[in-house]
């Protein structure tokens, strides 16, 4: 595996910086990686100084996945919430079994696990996740699945940190809901580990969860223990945080599928935990204690 490149798809991506992260694990543990971004800018370029080969495409485009995926003994597939993305995941998925990859790597999202034929959700991009899981195991290609739960860096960063650092309050409409947040690092740090040696995985579903699960008042505690005041957990009606994100001029269909995430955790469907992260990676996940810790910059008043 390390005389072919390992393809990172959304390498140069802001969320969480999967690709990124993972990226440097990767070329840590000795690999050649080609590294895919949308864009050439100053990510891209901090990409090539790492040592990774840069790749400039559209994972739409069916000649830019030529051009990323031709001579890699991997794949691994990421993308943003978009409405495009099923086109992209099977546009990928065909480029990748007519080159003969050894391992594709798809990030799902745990949600698919509680859908089937019969059931699913509010969700447009739950649902593309679910069929995109159904085309990649038809199409016979050497797949693993990876989901993980809500991220930390999303509901509890990004559309938190505001209120936290302003109004010392975690404000989400998730209810009394319990949920297992869980930190990109360590998803990154599982792909890694799963990318080194694919083959013991292939074929798996690997569901990835924080260390614990429980409701927003045990993780309004967890900020206050970790930024040294009190946090209060406000349960803020579903419409008026609708209409705040689409005052963020969030597209719609992201916008959708955080009410419908919203939704599923008042119905307490994130109260889900494995300890796939520790037993993968040998060291703990990341407690939300932690992770406010280290974004205390974020979460603190100006």
């Not at 490149?5 to 993972?22: D, E, F, K, N, Q």
């Not at 691994?76 to 990859?101: C, I, P, Q």
């Not at 292939?202 to 569901?207: A, C, S």
Request: aromatic share 6%.
């Amino acid at each position: 595996m390390q005389k072919q490149p390992i393809l990172v798809t959304g390498a140069a991506g802001r969320v969480g910086a999967i690709g990124r992260t993972l990226t440097q694990l990767l070329l840590s543990k000795g690999h050649a990686v080609r590294a895919m971004v949308r864009r050439e800018d100053e990510r891209a370029e901090a990409l090539r100084e790492m040592g990774a080969e840069v790749v400039v495409g559209d994972l739409r485009d069916l000649e830019s996945m030529h051009r990323a995926i031709a001579g890699c003994g991997a794949v691994y597939f990421g993308m943003s919430v978009s409405d495009r993305y099923l086109e992209a995941t099977v546009n990928a998925a065909a480029v990748a079994k007519h080159h003969g990859v050894g391992a594709f790597i798809n990030m799902s999202q745990m949600t698919v696990a509680q859908m089937s034929i019969d059931e699913t959700t509010a969700s447009p991009q739950h649902k593309l996740h679910w069929l995109a899981e159904q085309a990649l195991d038809w199409s016979g290609l050497p797949v693993v699945h990876v989901r993980p739960t809500v991220f930390l860096e999303g509901f509890f960063l990004q559309l938190a940190a505001h209120d936290v650092r302003t109004h010392d309050e975690l404000r989400l409409p998730f209810g009394d809901g319990k949920t297992s947040p869980v930190s990109a690092d360590d998803v990154a740090h599982v792909l890694a580990c799963v990318l080194d040696d694919p083959a013991p995985h292939i074929g798996q579903i690997l569901h990835l969860t924080g260390p614990v699960s429980e409701n927003m008042h045990y993780y309004a505690g967890e900020y206050s223990k970790a930024l040294g005041r009190t946090i209060t957990y406000v349960d803020v009606p579903l419409e008026p945080w609708r209409e705040a994100l689409i005052q963020k001029r969030l597209p719609i269909h992201l916008v959708d599928h955080l009410c419908a995430m919203a939704d599923l955790h008042r119905a307490n469907r994130y109260d889900r935990q494995s300890d796939v992260i520790p037993d993968l990676t040998g060291r703990p996940a990341t407690s939300v204690f932690e992770f406010a810790q280290r974004h205390q910059k974020a979460l603190t008043p100006r």
